[in-house]
C-alpha cells in the first residue's frame, strides 16, 4: 500500500492516484504532507482535485514578510534561509505567474476560436438536416440519417388531466 497520499479520508470506497498515476485503495489514508498533491477519485469516478497545501495568496505574504524582513536586518538568517533565498524563490514565482497569465490567455484565445468553430459548423448542421427534410419530407429515412428523428417515431403529446377545483364555501 503506497504511504504517499494526500488526503486523510476514513471513507473505505474512496481511491486515490498514486504519484505513479496508479488506482490506490486505501481502508484509512495516511497524511504525508507535501507527498502527493495529486487527484482523488470518488465513488462515482469523479476526479476531484484535492486541497491546496498553501493559501492562495502566499506569493503577497513572502513579498510582505521579505520586505518586513529587510527592513529589521539584511543580514539575519535562519539556518540556510536568508533574505536572498527568499528573493530568488519570490522571483521564480512572479516569472512562474507571469507564464501561466500568458497561457491562460492564450488558452482563451484558443476556446473563443473554437466556439466560433462550433457555432457556425452547428449553423450548418441545423441547415442540412432542415435541407434533408425539405426534400425528403420529415418522415424519411434520409432524415433520419442526418440525426432527425422521423414524424413516425416521435411521441405524440400527452393530455394533462385538469383537476377539478374546489368551490370556495
Known amino acids: 500500500m ?5 488526503s486523510l479520508l476514513v471513507d473505505r470506497s474512496i481511491a ?20 502527493f498533491p495529486g487527484k482523488i477519485i470518488n465513488k462515482r469516478n469523479k476526479i476531484e482535485m484535492t486541497k491546496k497545501l498553501y493559501p492562495s495568496d502566499v506569493l503577497t505574504q513572502a513579498q ?12 539575519l538568517a535562519f539556518g540556510t534561509l536568508t533574505a536572498t533565498t527568499l528573493t530568488a524563490d519570490i522571483t521564480q514565482a512572479t516569472t512562474l505567474e507571469s507564464q501561466i497569465a500568458t497561457l491562460e490567455a492564450q488558452l482563451t484565445n484558443a476556446r473563443n476560436q473554437r466556439d466560433a468553430l462550433y457555432l457556425g459548423m452547428w449553423d450548418k448542421l441545423k ?5 434533408v427534410k425539405a426534400n425528403y419530407g420529415d418522415d ?4 433520419e440519417m ?9 411521441k405524440s403529446p400527452t393530455r394533462k388531466v385538469a383537476l377539478p377545483t374546489a368551490e370556495p364555501a
Open 16 to 35: 486515490f492516484l498514486d504519484t505513479m498515476g496508479n488506482t490506490v485503495t486505501s481502508d484509512v489514508a495516511a497524511h504525508v504532507p507535501g507527498a
Open 127 to 131: 441547415r442540412v438536416r432542415s435541407g
Open 146 to 154: 442526418v440525426g432527425g428523428t422521423r414524424l413516425s417515431e416521435r
Open 64 to 75: 510582505t514578510v521579505l520586505s518586513a524582513w529587510n527592513q529589521i536586518s539584511t543580514t
Open 2 to 6: 503506497n504511504a504517499l497520499l494526500s
Open 140 to 143: 424519411s429515412s434520409q432524415y
